[in-house]
């Protein structure tokens, strides 16, 4: 293995052109690498302009990767914009039905009665704090946010005898907490849960069984794009390994056959896919608000890189009505 060492922007650049890579800016390229870095530029996107021997493909600049590395930040943030409307939707909604059909003593919403399934068991179990499953940690967790000393969970103990509304304590919770809950949740809930968080046309169209499947497949690929978002991970050829089970109803919005699915000429789970996916919410924004970023990203990288904008396209796996996407 090839010891790593330190080098200068010049000798970066010095390295990167004995690697076949052009420059048209080589002042405001070196600038550019010491504001994000080599790794983070080159490493991160090199991959799609390299050529069989690992050399970068004839004509290929550094503007282009630098592009490339610019496209999947802004879509980065417009995913991270998308999934964070997404995450305050169903934390009301979940925090309604609670109230609703719970009341708003903490012990009685956060009990074994409202959410009946244990989970998982843990892989490493600790009886002396009663932890076996996926549900004893959760309520363990509900707890440490019920005691938080930051406000408002704090008023609500102490100003109003210790009540702590659904609505406030989902304001603690992780999405990971958040995706647990809905796990956990007792069917006759989570059927309501479905029934208020779909749009009337998706609920005449699939049974209460598929919808909660294609609602657990969903808050996956949300919990999973929002964690590679949120640490920086390289997003616009980003596929999870678990994926969306065949819904006939939502792959054939997203354009999608189950034949091209068994043969896997696409990925289970993708940006496209997902974004199809909450689209079929009642609350469209979401959807909607990614799909206003996305169009306006396209617009930007079409102006600089008109050529690499099909590429970058078919590898986030979009269908052809985006990648016919034209200027107007």
């Not at 052009?22 to 991160?44: H, K, M």
């Not at 609670?98 to 009665?113: C, M, P, Q, R, T």
Request: net charge positive.
């Amino acid at each position: 293995m090839t010891e790593k060492v330190f080098k200068s922007i010049t000798e970066q650049i010095a390295l990167l052109k004995s690697k076949n890579l052009e420059f048209d800016n080589e002042v405001a390229a070196a600038q550019q690498l010491s504001n994000y870095g080599y790794y983070e530029i080159i490493n991160g996107y090199r991959t799609t302009f390299l050529a069989e021997d690992s050399q970068f493909k004839q004509g290929t600049k550094f503007e282009d990767i630098f592009g490339l590395y610019f496209f999947d930040s802004r879509l980065r943030n417009a995913i991270l914009g998308s999934l964070d409307y997404a995450e305050t939707n169903l934390k009301q909604k979940l925090a309604h039905i609670l109230a609703e059909n719970h009341g708003l003593d903490f012990d009685e919403y956060i009990s074994v009665k409202v959410f009946d399934s244990t989970g998982s068991p843990l892989p490493y179990q600790n009886p002396e704090k009663g932890l076996y499953n996926s549900r004893d940690l959760f309520f363990q967790d509900m707890k440490k946010i019920y005691n938080k000393k930051a406000h408002p969970f704090k008023h609500y103990r102490e100003e109003h005898k210790g009540k702590m509304p659904p609505w406030i304590l989902v304001k603690g919770m992780s999405f990971g907490n958040l995706r647990t809950a809905i796990t956990l949740l007792n069917s006759k809930d989570k059927t309501l849960l479905v029934k208020r968080l779909y749009s009337q046309e998706t609920l005449s169209e699939l049974s209460d069984n598929e919808l909660k499947k294609m609602l657990h497949d969903t808050i996956r690929a949300i919990h999973n794009y929002r964690n590679r978002a949120a640490h920086g991970g390289r997003l616009y050829n980003f596929f999870p390994v678990k994926g969306y089970s065949y819904n006939r109803y939502l792959h054939s919005k997203a354009k999608i056959s189950k034949t091209a699915l068994g043969k896997k000429k696409v990925n289970p789970c993708s940006i496209h896919l997902m974004m199809t996916s909450l689209s079929l919410w009642d609350n469209k924004l979401p959807s909607v608000a990614f799909d206003a970023d996305f169009e306006n990203l396209l617009r930007y990288y079409s102006d600089r890189w008109e050529e690499q904008n099909l590429l970058v396209l078919e590898e986030m796996q979009m269908p052809k009505a985006v990648m016919n996407f034209k200027k107007k």
